[in-house]
Structure formats: structure tokens, C-alpha cells
């Protein structure tokens, strides 16, 4: 068995509300010198050595991210 | 079509109901479709909204039969959640994400009828304003510049939202359709105005009606 992480995040062209209302948020915890947060999603899966790259691609493309709105990364732990 | 977690089946039934049509429950782990001639994938929370909104519901059983049935031509209509459903299904173009103002948004809303030649639409004049409810909390249309382009050329934005934004859709995007026409993904909910005693209007209701004219005409 192996660990594998995916991290999905928004595209960086597509608006996040959340992100933006973290980022407000710092200002009122009373930190400066941070302008951006997004917001993200992190996978960890456990999977045998059947689960080749392709079928991990696969995985991510079709079900852990909607890659019209979103980017992800796939990478082994 | 009721998934776990649907809302506004029972409403939808009741608005193909006082259509005229006969309402058929179909339940998500069902492949068979029951000789149905049209879905309506209603409102509400599918499977929790986990993961994203309609992005578990895509992969139950019965979607899969829609589909098939959809890219054949049969007449589908997705309302909220059920419009982010067929835009996860890849149905339809584009995406739905949290609304710009982070809120959660419920109220009557106007909107412009603009493709009156879809099963779900031909008993609107072209143009034509309709008050019905909206509500949701993830209804900000997206998609790329391209898509946005290709849509507006081919005329596949259905319907408009009327004054204020609601909810950050792109060119004010309430509903939109595929290339042929029958499949139909829209936010607002013409399924709670269908009658003068629990909606704003009776303006939802020619959705309904135009389903049905299409199937008696294609009959």
C-alpha cells in the first residue's frame, strides 16, 4: 500500500469567496503582509500498486476535482 | 428524481401534476427509468453536497441512465442543485460555485426568458419576464471565456437574471441548455410558482406545460 495526496484548489481565475473571507478574517486577527488565501481540498488515498499514475489522474480529473473550475496536483506521500 | 438529500421533489411532482402530465418518483439507486418521457433532477442538498455540489449525485445509477437517455434526446430539466448535477455530468457546459457574496440568497427573483424553442421553454413568448423564487447558497454560473462566447452565439443562455446579480453569475446567467435544446439547467425554481396560493406568481409554470406540449406534438 502506498499513500498517495491530491491537493485541489480553485483556478486562479475563478473567484473564492472562502479564500477572501480567511483573508478578512486575518486582517481582524491583527496580522498584516498577507494578500491572498485559497482555498483548497487535500486527499489522502491509500492504494495498492494496481493504482497506476494514469488511473490516479483519472480519479482526480473525473470525481476529486471539476476541472472546469479547479486545478489539481496528484502527487505520492 | 428524488437523491438523498433532495428537497424539491415533492414540489416538482406537484408542478408537473397541475400541468396536466402524470408524475412518476424516481429514486437514485434505480437504473430503470420507468418509461418516463422527461426528468426533472429538482432541488436541494444531493448526498450532503459532499465533495462539490452534484458531484456524487453524477454517479448514481440512475444518472446514468439519464445520461444516455439525455445525449439520445430526451427531455431533461435540472433545477438548482439538479442544474449542478448535469453541469457535473458534463451535460451541460460550465460549473456552479459559491455565490460572490458568500450568503446564502432567498428571495422572488425576476428573470428574462431569452431561448423560447427548448422542450422546457416553448410556451414563453421570447423576451418574456417571469417572477419566480431563487434560493441557494452555490449558484454562481462559471465558465470559461470561451464556453460564455460559444453559448451566447449559439443562443443557449435560457434565461437572465433582472436587476441586482444575485449571485456572481458570469453575464448574468440563470439557465442555459445544450446544443439540441432538451436538456435545460436552471437555478432559480419555477416548481414553487406554479399556483397563487404558495408562489409569487404563476409564472413557473409554463416550464411544466411546454414539456408537455413538446411530447404531444412530438406524439
Keep these: 500500500m502506498a499513500r498517495v495526496v491530491v491537493d485541489v484548489v480553485m483556478k486562479p481565475e475563478i473567484l473564492d469567496p472562502q479564500g477572501q473571507a480567511i483573508l478578512n478574517a486575518l486582517g481582524r486577527l491583527g496580522i498584516a503582509g498577507v494578500s491572498s488565501v485559497r482555498q483548497g481540498k487535500h486527499f489522502e488515498l491509500e492504494v495498492d500498486e494496481t493504482v497506476d499514475h494514469e488511473a490516479l489522474e483519472h480519479i482526480a480529473d473525473t470525481l476529486l476535482a471539476n476541472p472546469v473550475i479547479e486545478d489539481f496536483t496528484v502527487r505520492r506521500g | 428524481m428524488t437523491f438523498p438529500g433532495s428537497l424539491d421533489d415533492r414540489d416538482a411532482l406537484r408542478a408537473i401534476r397541475l400541468a396536466g402530465a402524470e408524475p412518476v418518483?424516481?429514486?437514485h439507486g434505480e437504473k430503470w427509468l420507468s418509461d418516463v418521457q422527461a426528468v426533472v433532477l429538482p432541488g436541494g442538498f444531493s448526498y450532503g453536497d459532499y465533495l462539490r455540489c452534484g458531484a456524487i449525485a453524477r454517479f448514481s445509477p440512475a444518472m446514468e441512465s439519464i445520461v444516455d437517455g439525455a445525449r439520445n434526446g430526451m427531455p431533461v430539466l435540472g433545477i438548482?442543485?439538479?442544474f449542478q448535477v448535469l453541469c457535473e455530468a458534463h451535460l451541460l457546459p460550465g460549473a456552479l460555485i459559491r455565490n460572490d457574496h458568500r450568503k446564502f440568497v432567498c428571495r422572488d427573483q425576476r428573470l428574462r426568458i431569452e431561448r423560447t424553442d427548448t422542450a422546457w421553454t416553448n410556451g414563453y413568448q421570447p423576451g418574456q419576464e417571469i417572477l419566480i423564487p431563487l434560493k441557494n447558497g452555490e449558484g454562481g454560473y462559471v465558465a470559461d471565456q470561451h464556453t460564455l462566447d460559444e453559448l451566447e452565439g449559439e443562443g443557449r443562455v435560457?434565461?437572465?437574471?433582472?436587476?441586482?446579480?444575485?449571485?456572481?453569475s458570469y453575464r448574468d446567467i440563470a439557465g442555459i441548455s445544450n446544443a439540441a435544446g432538451n436538456v435545460v439547467g436552471l437555478?432559480?425554481?419555477?416548481e414553487h410558482a406554479v399556483e397563487d396560493l404558495t408562489g409569487p406568481s404563476v409564472d413557473g409554470l409554463a416550464f411544466f406545460t411546454s414539456i408537455l406540449n413538446s411530447l404531444v406534438e412530438q406524439a
Design chain 2, 25 to 27: 418518483l424516481l429514486w
Design chain 2, 80 to 82: 438548482c442543485n439538479g
Design chain 2, 187 to 190: 437555478m432559480p425554481h419555477p
Design chain 2, 158 to 168: 435560457v434565461a437572465r437574471y433582472l436587476g441586482d446579480n444575485p449571485n456572481g
